[in-house]
C-alpha cells in the first residue's frame, strides 16, 4: 500500500491541546511551591500525637541503593510512561499530560490531601490524563489516515461500562468534543447517561446489549433530541422489534448489526468471540436479518457493522486476523444492498499492565499507532479490492482510555513481619532432631543451600510427628520450628543473590514473607485481582531512594481468606511477593495501585461492608494543581442503608441496652455515655480505618 505523507504525531498531540478547553479556574487550591518541580517542602502535619514523617530526620539514600534501581524493580519506566516516574527524592511522580506537561509529587499531593481531611484509602483521578488518552488515541488513527491515504474519518466511542462515575463521564464528553467523540451504551441505564450527557453534534451514540421495546424506542427518539442513535441488533428477535417501533413511531432509524466473527480471542475474554460468543449473529443469522429488513423496507437503515474479539487483546495478530474477516463481511453487506457507513471495531485495544511489552495476559505486543495502522490498513485494502467507499471507522477503546487516569492509594496499618529466628547454640542433651536441625543450619553455604533447604524441611515434619506422637514437648517443637526457620532465612538470603530461585525454591519467598496489613478492601477497589487474578502495578510512592529489604503480601480489612494480594508483576510472568520498606514508628507508608481506572469501582461490592473510597479528581493548572472535586467515600451510615438499616433505630436498640445494663449494674454511667459517642461517631465515619502508629 502507497504510503501517504506521515504528520509528526507529538504535532497532532499539541495542536490538539492546545484548542481543549481551559479547566475552570474556580476553587483554585493553591497547591505546594514545588508541585510542577522534581523536589519540594511539605508542610509539617501532626495527627493524633504522633510525629508526621516532616518531624522525623529526613531518610536517607541506602549505600549501594539507587532510585535507577527502584525505577527497575518496579518496572515503573515499562508500564508507566509517559504519565508515572520516580524523582531524584525517590518519589512517584505523576505527569499528567504525559511529556508535554509538568509534573505532580504523589506524595505531596497524598499529604496535602491528608491536611484537608480527605484520607487514604484514596482514589486520584487525573483528569488531564483522560484527555491526553483520547487526544492521543485521535491522533493515532490521524496519523494511520494520512499515511495510507485514507479518505476516511475515525468517530471514536467510549463504552460507558467501562466506567459509568458521573464526573468521569461528563470530562470524557468535555475533552472529546473537538474530535467528536461519542458514547456507547450497553444497557438502558447506560443509554439513559449517555443520552443526557452527551451533547456533541455529531457523535455517535451506538446503542448496543440486550433491548426491550422501552429501550428501542427511547434510542430511536432520541435521534429527535439531534443524537447520531445507532441501534446494533445482537439477537436475531431485536429485528423485529427494531421494525415494528419503526413503523408505530414513524422514525427512521439508522441501524447496524453485531456479526459473531469465527477469528478467535485471545485471553481471559477469547470467548467473546466465535461461534459461541454471547452476544452477536451468526453468518446465517446476518443473511436473514439483511432479508427481513429488506422486505420491511429498512435495508437503507442498516449502515454499520459491528464485532467485538474481547478485551485486553495481547497480540497485534488476533486483531488482525477479526480485522481482515469483518472487513470482508462489510463488504458483502454493502453487496447485498445495505447503506454500509461505519465499521465499528469494537474494544480489545489492551493496557501493558506489567510493562513487558509481550503478548502475556497482562501486556500486549503492540502500542496504540500499530493498532491504529492495522485497522485502517486492513480495512482500506479490502474495500479497494471490492471497489467500494471505505466507512468511517469506530473503535470503544475503554480500558486503553481510562486505566491509567486513576491511582488507589493505601495506608499500611501495620505488619506481621517474619518471626526472629535467632538460634542459640544446641545442647548435647538435647532431642536428635533439634541437633540435626542445627547441624543443618550450621553447615549452609552457597553450595549446598538447595540441599540443605530440603533437609531442612524434612527434618521440621518429623518434629512435627514426634510432638504428635508425644516424643516432643511443646517448648522442643518451637525450637525445632525457630531452627527451620533459621535455616530457610540463611538459604533465601543465599538464593536471593542469584537473579532467578531455582524452581524447588519458588515457594521459599511466599513461605517468608511478611504480610503487610493494608487499609483497603480488594473486593470494593480492586475486585479484578480476586475474580480473576488481574494485575495491577503495585508499588510505595515514597521512600524509593532506599533499598526496600522487607518481602510481603499485602492483606486487606475483610474477614476473607481471598482479602488478599499475592500476586505481583514482573518480568515473567509474576512474582509471589513484593519488595517492601520496613515500617516506622509513627510515620505512615503509603502504596499506590497504578492502571485500576477500568472496571473496577462500578464491579466492587461491599464485602464486610467496607464502602466506596474517598474520590478527588485533580486538574493541573500553571500553579501547580487544583482539586476540581471531592467525592467523600461512603459512612457507615449510607453502607448499612444499603442492607436496610436504619441508623437512627439500631442507636436506639443500643441505648436500650446500655439502660438497662445501668438498672442491672453491668456497666457505669460514664461508660455507657462513652459507648454510645462512639457508637453515633461511628454511624457518621468513613467505614476504613483510621491512621494508627505503625509499630513494627
Not at 61 to 76: C, D, F, H, N, Q
Not at 668 to 690: F, I, V
Amino acid at each position: 500500500m502507497n504510503r501517504g505523507q506521515e504528520p509528526d504525531i507529538q504535532s497532532i498531540l499539541q495542536d490538539k491541546v492546545s484548542r481543549r478547553l481551559d479547566p475552570p479556574e474556580d476553587h483554585q487550591i493553591p497547591s505546594p511551591a514545588t508541585a510542577t518541580t522534581e523536589v519540594g517542602d511539605q508542610a509539617s502535619h501532626s495527627r493524633n500525637g504522633t510525629l508526621d514523617a516532616h518531624d522525623l530526620p529526613p531518610s536517607q539514600p541506602t549505600a549501594g541503593w539507587s532510585v535507577e534501581e527502584s525505577e527497575k524493580l518496579y518496572r515503573i519506566r515499562g508500564w508507566g510512561e509517559p504519565y508515572f516516574s520516580v524523582n531524584a527524592a525517590g518519589r512517584v511522580t505523576v505527569s499528567p499530560q504525559g511529556d508535554r506537561g509538568g509534573s505532580l509529587d504523589l506524595y505531596e499531593l497524598v499529604q496535602s490531601l491528608e491536611q484537608r481531611d480527605i484520607h487514604a484509602p484514596l482514589l486520584i483521578r487525573f483528569s488531564d490524563i483522560l484527555a491526553d488518552r483520547i487526544e492521543r488515541l485521535n491522533a493515532c488513527f490521524a496519523k494511520a489516515i494520512a499515511r495510507y491515504n485514507y479518505s476516511g474519518r475515525y468517530h471514536g466511542v467510549f463504552p460507558v461500562k467501562c466506567n459509568q462515575q458521573r464526573h468521569l463521564i461528563e470530562d470524557l464528553v468535555r475533552f472529546g468534543q473537538p474530535h467528536q467523540f461519542g458514547l456507547e451504551a450497553g444497557s438502558k441505564p447506560e443509554l439513559l447517561i449517555a443520552i443526557a450527557s452527551l451533547t456533541t453534534p455529531g457523535a455517535l451514540l451506538i446503542c448496543n446489549g440486550y433491548k426491550d421495546l422501552e429501550y428501542v424506542e427511547t434510542a430511536m427518539l432520541s435521534r429527535r433530541l439531534g443524537h447520531q442513535s445507532i441501534i446494533v441488533l445482537e439477537q436475531l428477535d431485536e429485528v423485529a422489534l427494531v421494525i415494528e417501533s419503526s413503523r408505530r413511531l414513524q422514525i427512521q432509524p439508522t441501524l447496524g448489526i453485531r456479526a459473531k466473527l469465527s477469528a478467535k480471542g485471545i485471553g481471559r475474554w477469547g470467548s467473546s468471540a466465535g461461534d459461541r460468543a454471547k452476544f452477536g449473529l451468526t453468518i446465517p443469522e446476518v443473511v436473514v436479518a439483511v432479508e427481513q429488513l429488506r422486505a420491511a423496507g429498512l435495508l437503507e437503515a442498516l449502515q454499520l457493522l459491528h464485532f467485538h474479539i474481547g478485551s485486553q487483546i495481547s497480540a497485534i495478530s488476533v486483531i488482525k486476523d477479526a480485522l481482515r474477516e469483518a472487513s470482508q463481511i462489510y463488504v458483502e453487506l454493502a453487496r447485498l444492498g445495505a447503506n454500509m457507513q461505519y465499521l465499528d471495531v469494537g474494544g480489545g485495544l489492551g493496557v501493558d499492565y506489567d510493562g513487558s511489552k509481550s503478548k502475556s495476559a497482562a501486556s500486549k505486543n503492540y502500542n496504540m499507532q500499530n493498532y491504529a495502522n492495522d485497522v485502517v490498513a486492513e480495512v482500506k485494502e479490502a474495500c479497494a479490492e471490492a471497489d467500494i467507499s471505505v466507512p468511517i471507522l469506530v473503535s470503544e477503546s475503554g480500558r486503553a482510555i481510562a486505566s491509567h487516569q486513576s491511582v488507589l492509594i493505601m495506608n499500611v496499618l501495620g505488619s506481621s513481619i517474619s518471626q526472629d529466628y535467632s538460634v542459640a547454640p544446641v545442647q548435647a542433651d538435647e532431642h536428635l532432631i533439634i541437633r540435626n536441625l542445627y547441624e543443618t543450619y550450621q553447615s549452609i553455604d552457597p553450595d549446598n543451600y538447595q540441599e540443605a533447604y530440603h533437609d531442612a524441611l524434612q527434618f521440621k515434619e518429623e518434629a512435627v510427628s514426634l510432638f504428635g506422637f508425644g516424643y516432643l514437648s511443646l517448648q522442643e517443637r518451637a525450637r525445632a520450628e525457630r531452627i527451620c526457620g533459621a535455616c530457610c532465612t540463611k538459604i533465601l538470603a543465599i538464593a536471593r543473590q542469584d537473579n532467578d530461585l531455582a524452581d524447588d525454591l519458588e515457594d521459599l519467598e511466599r513461605r517468608m514473607a511478611s504480610l503487610y496489613y493494608t487499609n483497603l478492601s480488594v473486593f470494593q477497589s480492586a475486585p479484578d485481582t480476586w475474580a480473576i487474578d488481574q494485575l495491577f502495578p503495585i508499588m510505595p510512592i515514597h521512600r524509593l531512594e532506599e533499598e526496600p529489604t522487607q518481602r510481603g503480601t499485602l492483606a486487606d480489612l475483610t474477614c476473607d481468606s481471598d482479602g488478599k494480594i499475592d500476586q505481583f508483576i514482573h518480568a515473567r510472568d509474576t512474582k509471589a511477593v513484593l519488595e517492601l520498606h520496613p515500617l516506622r514508628s509513627g510515620e505512615s507508608y503509603y502504596l499506590g495501585m497504578f492502571l485500576n481506572g477500568a472496571y473496577q469501582e462500578v464491579m466492587g461490592n461491599l464485602h464486610n461492608l467496607f464502602g466506596d473510597t474517598n474520590v478527588v479528581h485533580i486538574d493541573l493548572t500553571p500553579q501547580g494543581y487544583h482539586i476540581a472535586h471531592v467525592v467523600k467515600g461512603d459512612t457507615i451510615t449510607e453502607v448499612l442503608g444499603y442492607v436496610q438499616y436504619e441508623a437512627k433505630d439500631l442507636l436506639e436498640k443500643v441505648r436500650k441496652q446500655s439502660e438497662s445494663a445501668l438498672q442491672q449494674q453491668q456497666i457505669t454511667l460514664p461508660e455507657a455515655q462513652l459507648l454510645l459517642k462512639n457508637y453515633e461517631r461511628s454511624l457518621r465515619s468513613y467505614t476504613y480505618l483510621k491512621s494508627v502508629d505503625l509499630a513494627d
